[in-house]
């Protein structure tokens, strides 16, 4: 019983497929002498960061996570709203 | 009374290093302001001499930068500077943490038992930074789009803005730098840094008093 429901929350955290396959195609265009430092946890390089998301640990589902939350604030159009509102030059300026 | 500025500098690993270093553009802002600054910078960023000055000079303006978690903030060599418990410290104060995390419960808790105001990352900051600049970060123009936007918190709460402007300001840079990548396009270098400069900004909290000015 503690064994399925271990095996549960396993299945739980799983990356799923198609969201693994986009952050790794993502994360492969990135510049090789970049870095991406994730506070105390540590530096990666994006190869580095590419084997965490195939494995499928904290680093890696963060870094799904973060690309999920980059396309779905591209879809839902707020990104670019806010870019383009016009106020905010003038309120830099004061 | 001169108003003073409280900044942690710890510098040990790449991450704490490039905070360091663009820590050094707040400084000479505050300096140029004609405010006091008492810099704590490298092992003298230690839980000891911050609480101590805290304590003793009292300053308005509270900058920390380092590692963080939840419930802490680190000075140099991961050593805790600040944490629950120590609200009387920092009391009416305005903190600036550059941390991971530490907005999510410390920062909550602070303004509840008397900070003024707190500003940080309710999750992990991301920082995205050229291998070969580690020597010189002043001039990696990756870390630059993620490290003048947090700066600008700072600088904006020494030109005499309110908190919660401060936050804002910084938040239009972070934007600013987006929309520039955005227009750049996929051939851009750092066209991959705008999800993490947008993690940034959207994690970037003022709690308490967004009426606070220093």
Same mark, same amino acid.
């Given at each position: 019983?503690?064994?399925?429901a271990?095996?549960?929350? +396993? =299945?739980?955290? #799983? %990356?799923?497929?198609?969201?693994? *396959?986009?952050?790794?195609?993502? $994360?492969?265009? /990135?510049?090789?002498?970049?870095?991406?430092?994730?506070?105390?946890?540590?530096?990666?390089?994006?190869?580095?960061?590419?084997?965490?998301? +195939? =494995?499928g640990? #904290? %680093?890696?589902?963060?870094?799904? *996570?973060?690309?999920?939350?980059? $396309?779905?604030? /591209?879809?839902?159009?707020?990104?670019?709203?806010?870019?383009?509102?016009?106020?905010?030059?003038?309120?830099?300026?004061? | 009374?001169?108003?003073?500025?409280?900044?942690?500098?710890?510098?040990?690993?790449?991450?704490?290093?490039?905070l360091?270093r663009?820590?050094?553009?707040?400084?000479?802002?505050?300096?140029?302001?004609?405010?006091?600054?008492?810099?704590?910078?490298?092992?003298?960023?230690?839980?000891?001499?911050v609480?101590?000055t805290?304590?003793?000079?009292?300053p308005?303006?509270?900058?920390?930068?380092?590692?963080?978690?939840?419930?802490?903030v680190?000075?140099?060599?991961?050593?805790?500077?600040?944490?629950?418990?120590?609200?009387?410290?920092?009391?009416?104060?305005?903190?600036?943490a550059?941390?991971?995390?530490?907005?999510?419960?410390?920062?909550?808790?602070?303004?509840i038992?008397g900070?003024?105001?707190?500003?940080?990352?309710?999750?992990?900051?991301?920082?995205?930074y050229?291998?070969s600049?580690?020597?010189?970060p002043?001039?990696?123009?990756?870390?630059?789009?993620?490290?003048?936007?947090?700066?600008?918190?700072?600088?904006?709460?020494?030109?005499?803005?309110?908190?919660?402007?401060?936050?804002?300001?910084?938040?239009?840079?972070?934007?600013?730098?987006?929309?520039?990548?955005?227009?750049?396009?996929?051939?851009?270098?750092?066209?991959?840094?705008?999800?993490?400069?947008?993690?940034?900004?959207?994690?970037q909290?003022?709690?308490?008093?967004?009426?606070?000015?220093?």
């Amino acid at each position: 019983m503690i064994e399925n429901a271990k095996k549960t929350e +396993e =299945k739980k955290e #799983e %990356i799923p497929k198609d969201a693994k *396959e986009l952050t790794i195609a993502r $994360l492969d265009v /990135l510049p090789s002498d970049k870095k991406i430092s994730v506070g105390s946890i540590g530096e990666f390089t994006k190869d580095e960061l590419i084997e965490r998301v +195939e =494995k499928g640990d #904290e %680093i890696g589902r963060k870094v799904v *996570e973060i690309e999920l939350n980059f $396309l779905r604030t /591209l879809r839902e159009g707020s990104l670019l709203r806010d870019i383009l509102a016009p106020d905010q030059e003038q309120e830099l300026n004061e | 009374m001169s108003k003073t500025l409280l900044i942690t500098r710890p510098e040990y690993d790449p991450a704490t290093r490039y905070l360091s270093r663009w820590s050094g553009k707040i400084k000479e802002k505050a300096e140029e302001k004609g405010i006091n600054v008492i810099d704590l910078s490298k092992n003298k960023a230690n839980r000891k001499r911050v609480i101590g000055t805290l304590e003793k000079k009292d300053p308005g303006l509270v900058v920390l930068n380092g590692h963080g978690s939840e419930s802490s903030v680190e000075g140099h060599n991961n050593e805790t500077i600040l944490k629950e418990g120590d609200e009387k410290a920092v009391e009416s104060k305005i903190i600036f943490a550059r941390s991971c995390k530490s907005a999510k419960s410390l920062g909550q808790g602070m303004v509840i038992r008397g900070v003024n105001a707190y500003l940080g990352y309710d999750d992990d900051f991301w920082l995205m930074y050229t291998e070969s600049k580690i020597s010189k970060p002043l001039e990696d123009k990756t870390a630059e789009l993620f490290l003048v936007p947090s700066n600008y918190i700072a600088i904006s709460l020494l030109k005499g803005h309110t908190a919660g402007n401060a936050d804002n300001r910084s938040k239009i840079l972070f934007r600013r730098n987006i929309e520039k990548l955005i227009i750049e396009g996929p051939s851009s270098d750092n066209y991959y840094t705008i999800r993490y400069l947008l993690w940034d900004m959207m994690h970037q909290v003022c709690l308490g008093n967004k009426n606070a000015i220093f």
